[in-house]
């Protein structure tokens, strides 16, 4: 069993983390100063960081008895095997931690649940950009959107995704809820009410016409992945494209950030 030592400061954002499951991780365990990925075998990583050799021991079966609930707001997020720890009367979003990135545990998925929860998403149309695991999608379904469209470039997460879906007893083959491979320039279904994106800075920078091109007047943009110290390239972008910037939250180096059309 080997295990690859990340840095947070060398973990620029998400990606690199979506780059770890993409090369077999086996796990992830995320600190405040490192993330910890553990694989069968050492492998060619296209990152910055360091191999350990470590004790032959159910690493898996570890990681998994660590994992906890996660609270975002009216949603608790579990794995699989913790669906019966859901409290009552609080929502429960169902995540295979292994599948793909967005599970809850990170920083910018959570401040993304909570912060559709405080959105008023009843009735309306919701695009999550870069699905991932699709949990944000979900989460919108979870919480009152009429319909919900994942748009994911890695063809690995649409399954994934739509597995999740399906564990939270949703059809990813109806009309309401969908994932779908390709870039956000692919999208046919616009306009939506609220477009949620967990991307990095640079990107959300490169993207914000295309938002702009597929968000209702007055929409909702809900924007994370971003860490506090490109926050301004964000906010400049948002500017740019005519958005009104409205709310920016804080969770250690992450940011979230929410604007209106």
């Not at 050492?42 to 050799?53: A, F, T, Y």
């Not at 692919?186 to 959300?204: G, S, T």
């Not at 992945?225 to 709310?247: E, P």
């Amino acid at each position: 069993m080997w295990v690859f030592v990340l840095k947070r400061e060398n973990a620029s954002h998400e990606a690199d983390l979506d780059v770890l499951w993409d090369f077999g991780a086996t796990g992830l365990e995320e600190g405040e100063r490192e993330v910890r990925a553990y694989f069968e075998r050492r492998v060619d990583l296209p990152l910055i960081g360091e191999w350990q050799q470590a004790e032959e021991r159910d690493w898996q079966a570890e990681w998994k008895a660590s994992l906890r609930p996660v609270e975002a707001g009216r949603i608790t997020i579990v794995p699989p095997w913790l669906r019966g720890e859901v409290p009552e009367g609080r929502l429960a979003l169902v995540i295979d931690i292994g599948m793909a990135f967005g599970t809850g545990h990170h920083e910018t998925t959570r401040m993304a649940v909570e912060e559709l929860g405080r959105t008023d998403l009843a009735g309306k149309r919701v695009l999550d950009v870069g699905t991932g695991s699709g949990v944000l999608a979900i989460a919108a379904m979870r919480l009152g959107a009429s319909e919900a469209l994942g748009v994911d470039l890695d063809p690995v997460t649409i399954p994934a995704a739509r597995e999740n879906a399906r564990a939270n007893g949703l059809d990813p083959d109806g009309l309401t809820l969908r994932f779908v491979e390709g870039t956000l320039s692919d999208v046919r279904a616009a306009p939506f009410d609220v477009i949620v994106a967990n991307l990095y800075a640079e990107l959300h920078d490169m993207l914000m016409n295309q938002y702009r091109d597929v968000i209702v007047a007055s929409g909702s943009l809900l924007l994370t992945g971003i860490l506090t110290s490109k926050l301004d390239v964000v906010l400049a972008a948002l500017a740019r494209q005519g958005f009104s910037h409205v709310d920016t939250r804080t969770d250690g180096d992450w940011a979230l950030v929410a604007a209106r059309a």
